[in-house]
């Protein structure tokens, strides 16, 4: 039977458990470390094919523009990638998104919104692109975009786009979104920031949690000293849940993180978030609950 409709699908955020700067490229690009790990919380996308051409959002969402969502450009993306493999274009799609995600939030919720959409449609219009063609078909829209692809908690290397699969511990997050949107931009082009952290290896990685530690304990995020002092507010959730556990910042802000062993400890955390913030939990997720589309 063929399929006209993909409800429900899963765009998971995810974090950064910790993310160097390695050095920089000619072009400007910086030359990063991280894992990626991925959470049991995130937005949902729904699908509904047209009769028509026409890729449409369905749901408005407050300072994004239609033509520039990441969302939209994807799926225009693969559409014109069906049409030059087969010479014939797809049918439209009318898109709606539950958002639950902040935008500026270090949790790659564009970037995951993007990816949902790719192995999506790749289903929807039968495009039979593999895994990895549809992780370098979003590369160009976002170093994040191959990782939520990829599907599973991963070393990243590179501009991010390096990947190795990587185990991860099972664990529950306790998250805060400070209220601040951190523009990228702004923290890899800020002076004080650090560009010369020594290469870790995945084996460094592995090794620690080995040992019995966190994984949230391992390296650190050179973004974050420059994104507290421009953002007082992510300053300020660091130190709060510094209290409770090591405090970090995911990707390049704003939101923060520490990780717990079980369920009630971190509820017991998030009962005592000053109501100022915006918080909640979410449980380590192993694979991307899409990866079955593909």
């Known amino acids: 039977m063929t ?18 700067v390695n050095g920089r490229r000619a072009d400007g690009y910086h030359l990063l470390q991280t ?22 959002r369905v749901t408005a969402l407050a300072g994004v523009p239609e033509e520039q969502d990441l969302i939209i450009r994807a799926a225009r993306l693969l559409q014109a990638e069906v049409l030059r493999r087969t010479g014939a274009l797809p049918c439209g799609v009318d898109i ?25 449609l790749n289903r929807l219009w039968q495009a039979g692109l593999t895994r990895e063609e549809l992780m ?3 590369l160009p829209l976002g170093a994040d975009i191959p990782f939520f692809i990829f ?22 997050y306790v998250v805060i979104e400070p209220g601040v949107q951190v523009p990228t931009a702004a923290i890899f ?11 870790v290896t995945i084996a460094d990685f592995s090794r620690h949690l080995a040992e019995g530690n ?37 990707g390049s802000g704003a939101c923060v ?29 192993n694979r991307h609950p899409m990866l079955t589309a593909l």
């Open 257 to 285: 993180f520490s990780a717990f062993e079980s369920r009630e400890e971190a509820d017991a955390v998030l009962s005592n978030v000053p109501l100022v913030w915006v918080a909640w939990k979410a449980k380590a997720l």
């Open 189 to 199: 082009c800020a002076e004080g920031l650090t560009r010369n952290t020594e290469p």
């Open 151 to 172: 599907g599973e908690n991963a070393f990243a290397e590179g501009v991010g786009e390096a990947l190795q699969p990587v185990a991860t511990p099972e664990c529950w």
């Open 96 to 120: 709606a998104i539950d958002k639950v995600l902040p935008m500026g939030g270090g949790l790659g919720g564009g970037s995951s919104d993007a990816a949902t959409a790719l192995m999506a």
């Open 35 to 56: 894992v990626f790990q991925l959470l049991d919380h995130g937005d949902t996308l729904h699908f509904a094919l047209r009769e028509d051409t026409v890729i449409r």
């Open 214 to 250: 966190n994984a949230g304990g391992f390296g650190k995020n050179d973004l974050q000293q420059v994104a507290c002092s421009l953002f007082k507010p992510v300053a300020d959730a660091v130190e709060w849940l510094n209290a409770y556990g090591e405090a970090r910042m995911t």
């Open 3 to 20: 399929l006209t409709t993909l409800n429900n699908c899963p765009a998971p955020a995810k974090l950064n458990l910790f993310l160097h």
């Open 136 to 138: 370098a078909l979003g």
